[in-house]
């Protein structure tokens, strides 16, 4: 699947075709989109601090700065998606623990990495607002969450015995 289908999907959730047409995307094109979507959602922030680098309070020079980021960035962008997904896919699993659905951690993840599109946007045009980041953190999180949880009741409960 193509990463504007992908991309497409994501938009759409929680719809319940979306959600099964996203949860047969393999592992490595979920990393591959989810690796882009951070990149580009985070970028103007470091654009911004590469912009407003002052030398006089660092101790290395512009050009080392430039080739810190260009070098460190990508690597940073991989921490966060495997860890900031894994952490918030955590989150995702109570709620599935809490309403005794079938769902395993692997899908989970999956779902909140695809769930991850439009709050990160929402989050970005909040952050660049004069407001305080906390408003940007929590109305992200929720919107998350909110998506996350009708996402998981569309799959079936545990059948007890």
Request: with cysteine.
């Amino acid at each position: 699947m193509s990463i504007l289908s992908v991309i497409t999907y994501c938009m759409k959730l929680p719809n319940k075709k979306a959600l099964f047409q996203l949860n047969r995307v393999n592992m490595r094109d979920t990393l591959v989109y989810l690796f882009i979507l951070f990149f580009l959602t985070f970028s103007p922030n470091v654009i911004n601090a590469m912009l407003n680098f002052d030398p006089v309070e660092a101790s290395l020079s512009y050009s080392q700065y430039v080739m810190q980021v260009i070098i460190f960035y990508p690597f940073l962008i991989m921490f966060l998606v495997i860890s900031g997904v894994s952490l918030l896919a955590f989150g995702a699993w109570v709620i599935k623990w809490a309403m005794k659905r079938k769902l395993v951690y692997q899908q989970l993840w999956k779902m909140t990495g695809f769930a991850l599109l439009l709050p990160l946007f929402i989050y970005q045009l909040i952050f660049w607002a004069p407001i305080h980041n906390i408003f940007a953190y929590t109305i992200s999180l929720i919107w998350l969450y909110a998506l996350i949880y009708q996402m998981v009741l569309v799959y079936p409960a545990v059948q007890r015995k």
